[in-house]
């Protein structure tokens, strides 16, 4: 099993009324569990496979998801690209509320409460994160974005933050300065993760505000109201790209084949377990 279709994001992807639950997977991983069950799910005739990023009912704080078991969980179900969905606040004047910014860079500064890595306790792998977003997917996107009229950012910065506070102003006004073009808190060690698995991932990152820099009140439920537009728009160009990412199943490079230091007489049979679903 190779080459399926993964949907990071939350509960506004699997309220689309066009969407069929096929089933649910109760995926085990040597990082613990997901942050739901997997939902195999069909949109316009397309199988793919969805992780609410937060659970069912948004009960994890970004610090508190458990990113290696949902790329592992992914990973074991054999999908090979990730569409990510996340909700960001903006650092730059020209991208408003309910732009689509599809981001090609990340900036970490979360502050070391994620595990961040699946190489660890005798395995040693260095995976190159230089371009973090997979070109040929983010452009499925973007082309996505222009067909369904929706505004969007070709390219961007993601700056990610530990919260789940928002930033004071002190410190919005220095990633601006940092030249990032949004701000969130869940695509790392997410997308680093991918990465290590030889996962193609790229992000629809979608903007509800603009951060603390700008000297505007912005309360949840402001937020929360322009999440709602922005979800109908995700909805619309997820039934847009799905069935093209399906019919355009590219070859990518998978640079974590190339990472791993540790011999392989040095593995241990539950290492290799882990190794073989990785590095397939």
Request: with cysteine.
């Amino acid at each position: 099993m190779g080459g399926n279709i993964g949907v990071i994001g939350g509960s506004g992807v699997y309220n689309i009324d066009e969407i069929q639950i096929v089933s649910e997977h109760e995926v085990e991983t040597p990082f613990g569990k997901p942050s739901s069950p997997v939902l195999e799910a069909k949109l316009n005739d397309v199988t793919f496979f969805f992780i609410p990023r937060h659970g069912k009912n948004h009960t994890f704080l970004p610090s508190e998801v458990n990113y290696r078991a949902n790329i592992f969980a992914l990973k074991k179900m054999g999908v090979e690209y990730i569409v990510s969905i996340s909700a960001v606040g903006s650092l730059k004047e020209e991208l408003p509320p309910n732009t689509f910014v599809l981001v090609d860079q990340f900036i970490d500064w979360t502050k070391g409460k994620r595990d961040r890595t699946f190489f660890e306790n005798g395995i040693a792998g260095h995976v190159s994160c230089a371009d973090p977003i997979e070109e040929k997917l983010r452009k499925i996107l973007l082309e996505g974005c222009k067909s369904e009229e929706i505004s969007h950012s070709d390219g961007g910065t993601y700056i990610c933050i530990e919260g789940p506070q928002f930033s004071t102003r002190a410190e919005s006004n220095l990633y601006k300065g940092f030249g990032a073009s949004v701000i969130g808190m869940t695509n790392v060690p997410e997308s680093f993760l991918a990465k290590e698995a030889g996962i193609a991932y790229a992000t629809i990152a979608m903007v509800t505000d603009f951060d603390a820099w700008k000297d505007e009140h912005c309360t949840v439920d402001e937020i929360m109201r322009v999440m709602t537009v922005n979800n109908k728009a995700a909805q619309k160009l997820l039934k847009n790209v799905l069935p093209k990412i399906s019919e355009n199943k590219f070859a990518f490079e998978k640079q974590n084949k190339i990472g791993v230091m540790t011999p392989e007489d040095r593995w241990t049979d539950e290492q290799r377990k882990t190794l073989e679903i990785l590095l397939s």
